[in-house]
């Protein structure tokens, strides 16, 4: 061996040590880093401090009329008590023989509800389901002041509703963060009204992202075990930067109560929704033309994917977009405007923000192999209205969702028809629930009006106001019957 190599073998000797020692110390800090990153802040109060005066306390009341008792009342069917009996305890006279009490009576029903600020000058966001067919809207400030608030308009797909006061002086403002960077497993901080319990701050993680409950057509959900509970609707997810990151809708609970699970709508959807209420008064979707299913691990098997992904097409709907742009059934959708779609709830909320017109690359999978097409995205055409003033109602919420009769549906459930639209969705806590109507029911008259498709139900829908009683002529399993779903 010669001199010039065996001094560089010493050499390496000599500094081997040293280098794997710097490399180890690199290594210690970034994991340190990283789990004090991870690790809960030693306290929330800096951050409640700051962004507590950006929430608001909301309550609403709705005019209801009562024509039976409360659910679980103690003396069984109030509509066989002696008049007596039902003056004592307050309830509207005897039905007549069509089931409606002559005098029925006028009752208050009031609810809580949680907003953010988002303007210095009053406008609020908070949750549809918290404004919804009130007849009066207040605001309660962390400074205590009060004021009536007037509905700007509401999107009861999304449930996200812009509230506005005319403040005294100028208010503080929440920021809007980046949802998509958020991260599962990143802290998050809730703020809000639960129970009436004012400015309630609790702390959790996102627990999962891109969530689908079936409350909404559009879901995208963060997921997350902050406490959340009634009252917290409507009110602000922010982030450990005190950015908004989400808009607090719904949790998951057997009791009512808060047991870890709670969702909030991402703020980069609300984002679109809120500005598009606060110039319009409604919102305007982008519309492909696809009826879509989830992926499953068999059918990922079945159409040649190497994992469950995207959004399988069941039906193409005719002179849509995406015909035009030669989507077929049996395509998996597996990309969106350069957007992997990881899971089916992904697309309808992808292209609902999409603007009218625009062209998008929309990546396929068919038999077994990519393909990339573009479509130019058409508006949707809503079958329900954004509210415009709390003063007044557009159209007439019965509590349910509806869809078109295709053939492939009527087949499905046994039905002969070719008119008509379906139940798909009963609000439990409506007036059409209420009534018993039920998914799967057949509408086909409104009003002694025949009902064709949905653009029939909406116009029927639009020449209702608050109050109005509806005759609806359905048909369930093979019998058709008339249903009286009572006005609020």
Same mark, same amino acid.
């Given at each position: 061996?010669?001199? %010039?190599?065996?001094?560089?073998?010493?050499?390496?000797?000599?500094?081997?040590?040293?280098?794997?020692?710097?490399?180890?110390?690199?290594?210690?800090?970034? &994991?340190?880093?990283?789990?004090?990153?991870?690790?809960?802040?030693?306290?929330?109060?800096? #951050?409640?401090?700051?962004?507590?005066?950006?929430?608001?306390?909301?309550?609403?009341? %709705?005019?209801?009329?009562?024509?039976?008792?409360?659910?679980?009342?103690?003396?069984?069917?109030?509509?066989?008590?002696?008049?007596?009996?039902?003056?004592?305890?307050? #309830?509207?006279?005897?039905?007549?023989? @069509?089931? =409606?009490?002559?005098?029925?009576?006028?009752?208050?029903?009031?609810?809580?509800?949680?907003?953010?600020?988002?303007?210095?000058?009053?406008?609020?966001?908070?949750?549809?389901?918290?404004?919804?067919?009130?007849?009066?809207?207040?605001?309660?400030?962390?400074?205590?002041?009060?004021?009536?608030?007037?509905?700007?308009?509401?999107?009861?797909?999304?449930?996200?509703?812009?509230?506005?006061? @005319?403040?005294?002086?100028?208010?503080?403002?929440?920021?809007?963060?980046?949802?998509?960077?958020?991260?599962?497993?990143? &802290? /998050?901080?809730?703020?809000? @009204?639960?129970?009436?319990?004012?400015?309630?701050?609790?702390?959790?993680?996102?627990?999962?992202?891109?969530?689908?409950?079936?409350?909404?057509?559009?879901?995208?959900?963060?997921?997350?075990?902050?406490?959340?509970?009634?009252?917290? =609707?409507?009110?602000?997810?922010?982030?450990?930067?005190?950015?908004?990151?989400?808009? @607090?809708?719904?949790?998951? =609970? +057997?009791?009512?109560?808060?047991?870890?699970?709670?969702?909030?709508?991402?703020?980069?959807?609300?984002?679109?929704?809120?500005?598009?209420?606060?110039?319009?008064?409604?919102?305007?979707?982008? &519309?492909?033309?696809?009826?879509?299913?989830?992926?499953?691990?068999?059918?990922?098997?079945?159409?040649?994917?190497?994992?469950?992904?995207?959004?399988?097409?069941?039906?193409?709907?005719?002179?849509?977009?995406?015909?035009?742009?030669?989507?077929?059934?049996?395509?998996?959708?597996?990309?969106?405007?350069?957007?992997?779609?990881?899971?089916?709830?992904?697309?309808?909320?992808?292209?609902?923000?999409?603007?009218?017109?625009?062209?998008? $690359?929309?990546?396929?999978?068919?038999?077994?192999?990519?393909?990339?097409?573009?479509?130019?995205?058409?508006?949707?055409?809503?079958?329900?209205?954004?509210?415009?003033?709390?003063?007044?109602?557009?159209?007439? $919420?019965?509590?349910?969702?509806?869809?078109?009769?295709?053939?492939?549906?009527?087949?499905? #459930?046994?039905?002969?028809?070719?008119?008509?639209?379906?139940?798909?969705? /009963?609000?439990?806590? =409506?007036?059409?629930?209420?009534?018993?109507?039920?998914?799967?029911?057949?509408?086909? $008259?409104?009003?002694?009006?025949?009902?064709?498709?949905?653009?029939?139900?909406?116009?029927?829908?639009?020449?209702?106001?608050?109050?109005?009683?509806?005759?609806? &002529?359905?048909?369930?399993?093979?019998?058709?019957?008339?249903?009286? /779903?009572?006005? +609020?």
């Amino acid at each position: 061996m010669d001199k %010039q190599h065996t001094a560089a073998c010493r050499n390496d000797r000599h500094y081997f040590p040293v280098t794997f020692l710097l490399a180890a110390l690199v290594g210690t800090l970034a &994991w340190a880093a990283q789990a004090l990153a991870a690790a809960p802040p030693a306290s929330f109060a800096d #951050l409640s401090a700051k962004l507590s005066p950006t929430v608001v306390n909301i309550y609403t009341t %709705q005019t209801i009329k009562a024509n039976r008792l409360p659910h679980g009342f103690p003396f069984g069917d109030s509509q066989q008590l002696p008049e007596q009996f039902r003056r004592f305890f307050g #309830l509207p006279d005897t039905p007549d023989n @069509n089931g =409606s009490s002559p005098h029925p009576r006028e009752m208050k029903r009031t609810s809580l509800g949680s907003g953010v600020i988002i303007s210095k000058d009053g406008y609020i966001v908070t949750n549809n389901h918290v404004v919804d067919d009130a007849d009066e809207i207040k605001v309660k400030l962390t400074n205590f002041e009060e004021y009536d608030a007037k509905l700007i308009g509401r999107d009861p797909k999304t449930d996200l509703a812009l509230i506005k006061i @005319n403040p005294k002086n100028s208010l503080p403002v929440a920021e809007f963060g980046d949802s998509d960077a958020l991260r599962v497993g990143d &802290w /998050v901080v809730a703020i809000g @009204n639960p129970f009436g319990l004012e400015q309630t701050v609790t702390a959790g993680i996102v627990s999962a992202k891109g969530r689908s409950i079936g409350s909404t057509p559009y879901e995208n959900f963060i997921q997350t075990d902050a406490s959340i509970n009634p009252g917290n =609707s409507g009110g602000p997810l922010f982030d450990m930067n005190g950015k908004m990151v989400g808009i @607090n809708t719904a949790i998951y =609970s +057997r009791s009512g109560g808060n047991i870890g699970i709670g969702f909030a709508i991402p703020v980069n959807m609300a984002k679109n929704i809120i500005g598009q209420l606060k110039e319009h008064g409604k919102v305007v979707r982008g &519309w492909l033309g696809v009826m879509i299913q989830q992926v499953t691990p068999e059918l990922a098997k079945q159409f040649n994917l190497d994992r469950p992904i995207g959004a399988l097409v069941g039906e193409v709907s005719p002179d849509s977009p995406a015909k035009q742009a030669g989507l077929e059934q049996g395509d998996v959708i597996v990309a969106y405007q350069g957007r992997e779609i990881t899971q089916m709830s992904m697309l309808p909320a992808l292209v609902a923000q999409t603007p009218v017109g625009s062209k998008v $690359e929309v990546v396929v999978v068919r038999q077994g192999k990519k393909k990339k097409l573009t479509v130019t995205i058409a508006k949707l055409k809503e079958d329900l209205v954004a509210g415009s003033n709390a003063g007044s109602v557009v159209g007439h $919420e019965l509590g349910l969702s509806v869809q078109p009769l295709t053939p492939e549906l009527a087949k499905s #459930l046994g039905l002969d028809e070719t008119s008509g639209v379906i139940v798909s969705d /009963v609000d439990p806590d =409506s007036p059409a629930a209420d009534a018993g109507l039920r998914r799967g029911d057949l509408i086909l $008259e409104i009003n002694r009006q025949p009902i064709t498709k949905p653009d029939d139900y909406q116009a029927a829908m639009t020449k209702l106001r608050k109050g109005d009683d509806v005759l609806l &002529w359905i048909k369930r399993d093979d019998h058709k019957r008339f249903v009286v /779903v009572a006005g +609020r």
